[in-house]
């Protein structure tokens, strides 16, 4: 029978699985992920902050894969052969398809901050990241003078800090909150506007930002300009980078290692595989990695592997030139950055006092 894989229970797969649901067809479709629940990292923030519980940022995939007929691995792909159409899984057995579909995001870079051992906790894999951030909580509570340090100053960074420094005020714990961000600042790619809200608002709840490489140490962190801050966890919330076993996958790879792919989000050098997410790159256009492209492009890639399946025809995923984003704050507020605009302002009420660009821009 003819076999699709899936790979990861991430958004785009979401739309995978409904159109299935609604158009079911004599294949075998496989979906290998490593849990049962898909977690939202979008409400991490939020679930921190305590305005979330855990349960209501995860996704129960097991109803989902029943109605649309998948057969669900509880499993880690830890490499794969392009070439002979196979996947390879941590228990060593191997898995044959006819058609791909890779849905894996990317993974946080740690080079830099290995040596932390125990100190270092990564925002992915969030399953890890949550329980790990719930026995720091505990500790939290009976250590005085608890010191947090998080680096990375894009928006992942940004919204971890925050979310940190409301849970410990609110808590009334003793516990500082550092945010090292590179020497673009933080926020960089989005508007001015929006950074200098972001910059305020740490200000504001006391959080204290630096502009500096940071390396790893035995008992902290060493910035570029000599300074040493000494902490009890450093959550790294870095660049991401391309899952490892890409490397030996056959596929053709951009210069960064992501699957190159067109418009279709079918690879160029295998047709019989698809990636979404984080994982690809597309090549006829710039496209940042954001969770908005896989969620739109999700039913783009559902169309397209039933097309592949029926010889029906492509069609392909066009980005939106901006993005709207709402950078949550640690209480029940955000900061809105779309394109050159900006706004700030309580979940909930109606986004006003935009930040408008001078004209000539």
Request: charged fraction near 15%; hydrophobic fraction near 45%; proline fraction near 4%.
């Amino acid at each position: 029978m003819y076999r699709l894989i899936l790979v990861g229970g991430g958004h785009a797969h979401l739309s995978v699985l409904h159109t299935l649901a609604t158009s079911r067809s004599n294949i075998e479709v496989v979906l290998i992920t490593p849990g049962t629940h898909q977690a939202y990292s979008g409400m991490l923030p939020g679930w921190m902050a305590g305005h979330y519980r855990l349960s209501d940022c995860q996704i129960d995939l097991r109803p989902l894969a029943l109605a649309a007929g998948v057969k669900l691995v509880i499993n880690h792909v830890t490499g794969m052969d392009a070439n002979r159409r196979r996947v390879a899984l941590s228990d060593g057995s191997h898995l044959n398809y006819d058609l791909l579909s890779l849905d894996v995001g990317s993974e946080t870079d740690l080079s830099w901050l290995e040596a932390l051992g125990k100190r270092l906790l990564p925002i992915k894999p969030m399953g890890v990241f949550v329980q790990r951030w719930s026995e720091m909580m505990t500790k939290v509570a009976k250590q005085n003078d608890f010191r947090l340090v998080v680096v990375g100053g894009g928006a992942a960074g940004v919204e971890i800090a925050l979310a940190a420094q409301y849970a410990f005020n609110k808590c009334s714990y003793n516990a500082t909150v550092t945010l090292i961000a590179s020497e673009r600042g933080v926020l960089p790619g989005h508007a001015p506007g929006v950074a200098n809200r972001v910059r305020d608002l740490l200000k504001q709840r006391g959080i204290t930002l630096h502009q500096a490489h940071a390396v790893g140490v035995e008992d902290g962190v060493l910035l570029g300009n000599g300074q040493h801050l000494n902490a009890d966890i450093v959550i790294a919330a870095t660049g991401s980078i391309p899952p490892y076993w890409l490397k030996t996958s056959q596929l053709g790879l951009d210069e960064y290692g992501y699957i190159s792919v067109d418009a279709t989000h079918r690879s160029l050098s295998h047709h019989d595989v698809f990636a979404v997410g984080d994982v690809c790159a597309r090549t006829d256009t710039v496209m940042a990695r954001s969770g908005v492209h896989a969620v739109f492009a999700g039913s783009v890639v559902a169309h397209n592997l039933i097309a592949s399946m029926t010889d029906g025809k492509f069609v392909r995923y066009l980005p939106r030139r901006r993005s709207l984003y709402l950078l949550a704050t640690g209480p029940k507020h955000a900061v809105a950055s779309w394109g050159a605009f900006s706004a700030a302002r309580a979940l909930g009420v109606a986004l006003e006092k935009l930040d408008r660009p001078p004209l000539h821009e």
